[in-house]
């Protein structure tokens, strides 16, 4: 820990009590100036800082930016988040900055966070709406032992931790839409964006985007009717770095599950959060739009839908409207 992260673990300690500059600078082991240097520094990523010349310095208020070291205070994971953490205050996309890292050799778990993203990238060439601070934009880096054809798995994993991370940290009723959508009343909260390097038959890297509006009040008039976030829908804001603690410690686990049991056991979990099979749709494709009943999600995470006619097809992406 630098001496800037082990001062405010000692004013965190001390939860809410003065902290008098001296004993500080003899606790760290640095002059009274060098603290000095590291409270401004402290202010600047928004811990709010009380100081007094007689009583020292007093820790009001936690940074409510996704910083490294408040990720990682109570993180219950043992490989992803756990080594390095990128955290930007403004970057164009997390996946951009994600795939440059494992180029050059970023280990599995790495995490890229963004305060805000200028070119937050979505499915099929959207946009992704990333406002600063308000939003979560994050992107992980994993190595998983696999052909390259089961690679559509990790975003089925990614969409069960996400969902599973809504519906235990919040009142919401968060679901799963085919291929990767949460959706929560029928609009979109969180969104995945999964990105695969290979080598031969082998992967290289796979980098999980995951985008999800928390505490969004308000959202451009062209995605209005189809967007919401935490605030919107419960009316409070949430910690999004509960809900980044959270999502890791499910994705490990649930990335553990894929490798020691293999797919099925989340295809089944995912199954129950997407309420899918069964249903009548509508798939809306680049080339043509098909109407019928959802017949499965196969191990593959292909839907198989039956059209008015009776012909099955097999369906990889799409846009699903339920009917
Ligand atoms: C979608 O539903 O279209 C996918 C949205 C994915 C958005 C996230 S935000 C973090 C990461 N960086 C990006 O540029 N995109 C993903």
């Known amino acids: 820990m630098n001496t800037k992260d082990r001062s405010l673990a000692y004013l965190k300690a001390e939860k809410g009590s ?32 009380e100081s007094s010349p007689r009583k020292g310095y007093l820790l009001s208020r936690v940074s409510e930016m996704l910083l ?8 219950a994971t043992e490989v992803f988040g756990r080594g390095d953490i990128i955290h930007f ?8 900055r994600a795939k440059e890292l494992a180029i050059n050799g970023a280990p599995e ?12 990238r979505g499915r099929k ?9 308000a939003g979560i934009y994050t ?38 839409k085919w291929p990767n959508d949460i959706l929560v009343r029928g609009k979109k909260i969180a969104g995945i964006l999964t990105e695969i390097s290979t080598e031969m038959d082998a992967i290289d890297y796979v980098v999980v985007g995951l985008g999800m509006n928390v505490n969004i009040p308000h959202f451009p008039d062209e995605i209005t009717d189809t967007a919401t976030s935490i605030l919107i829908e419960t009316g409070e804001p949430f910690s999004r770095v509960n809900i980044v603690r959270e999502y890791l410690r499910r994705q490990e686990e649930y990335c ?3 490798r020691v049991s293999g797919f099925k056991p989340i295809l089944t979990r995912w199954k129950e959060l997407a309420n899918i099979v069964g249903r009548q749709i509508k798939v809306e ?15 593959e995470g292909v839907l198989i839908l039956k059209d008015r006619e009776g012909t099955s097809h097999r369906i990889f992406s799409g846009d699903v409207t339920f009917m």
């Open 285 to 299: 494709m680049i080339d043509r739009t098909h109407i019928g009943e959802v017949e499965d999600i196969d191990q």
């Open 125 to 133: 060439g959207r946009t992704w709406f990333s406002p600063s601070g």
């Open 109 to 120: 778990g790495t995490l890229i966070v963004s305060e805000k993203q200028t070119a937050g």
């Open 256 to 258: 553990r599950m894929l």
């Open 89 to 96: 205050t403004e970057t164009d996309s997390t996946n951009e």
């Open 68 to 75: 490294p070291v408040e990720i990682r205070e109570g993180l």
């Open 139 to 176: 992107s992980l880096i994993l190595r998983p032992e696999m052909p390259p054809s089961e690679a559509p798995r990790i975003t089925f994993v990614t969409a069960v931790s996400a969902a599973e991370t809504l519906l235990h940290l919040t009142p919401l009723e968060a679901r799963i």
């Open 18 to 49: 003065y902290v008098s500059g001296e004993a500080l600078s003899r606790r760290i082991g640095i002059t009274r100036s060098a603290i000095w240097k590291n409270i401004s520094k402290l202010r600047e990523e928004g811990y709010a800082i």
